[in-house]
């Protein structure tokens, strides 16, 4: 058991069709959803208005934005590692190093950061758009589709992060 999760698809309720994909639960027990975003949306399919279950920033309470803040930082340095794995295979790859120093800690911890850093600025742009969605005076419904980001940003962290480790397998043992 390398790493257990239960995830789930939710759907429009009256078409059917999958506007979210997200990990639920890591080990069955911590929660990953941030919870954050427009509290109703609007079916890019059948134009159906629903209730999201979400929240805007404004209306979190403090340990829900802390919560928010601190699944934030977990999956920034997930998607941060993820990525720099690939990133040092592509480059020993293409160099064809053989230095086993190479990467180093400090090489490897600043990849990690930047890639991280970069997680992190999506979800503030996250904040700040759910701020502007609270502060507008006509409280409108978010149209949703499956490839939304604002409503699925963790599938698209998914699909980035499953590409760069395939591409580091694929580098490390099939290239080499």
Not at 7 to 25: A, E, M
Not at 79 to 94: E, M, R
Request: charged share 10%; proline share 5%.
């Amino acid at each position: 058991m390398l790493m257990e999760f239960t995830w789930r698809f939710l759907r429009c309720p009256n078409c059917g069709k999958v506007y979210n994909w997200h990990v639920d639960k890591l080990f069955y027990i911590v929660k990953m959803r941030t919870r954050l975003g427009p509290p109703s949306l609007r079916c890019a399919s059948c134009g159906t208005v629903f209730v999201s279950g979400l929240q805007e920033w404004a209306r979190m309470s403090p340990s829900q934005r802390t919560r928010f803040a601190i699944l934030s930082l977990l999956d920034s340095l997930f998607v941060g590692f993820s990525l720099t794995l690939p990133t040092f295979a592509v480059i020993g790859y293409a160099t064809n190093t053989s230095d086993p120093q190479f990467p180093s800690f400090g090489l490897v911890s600043t990849s990690v950061a930047a890639y991280a850093l970069l997680v992190l600025a999506l979800q503030v742009v996250r904040v700040i758009l759910s701020n502007r969605r609270a502060e507008s005076v006509v409280q409108e419904p978010v149209l949703v589709s499956f490839f939304s980001w604002q409503t699925n940003l963790q599938f698209y962290a998914v699909v980035v992060c499953s590409v760069g480790i395939l591409l580091f397998f694929y580098i490390t043992f099939v290239l080499r």
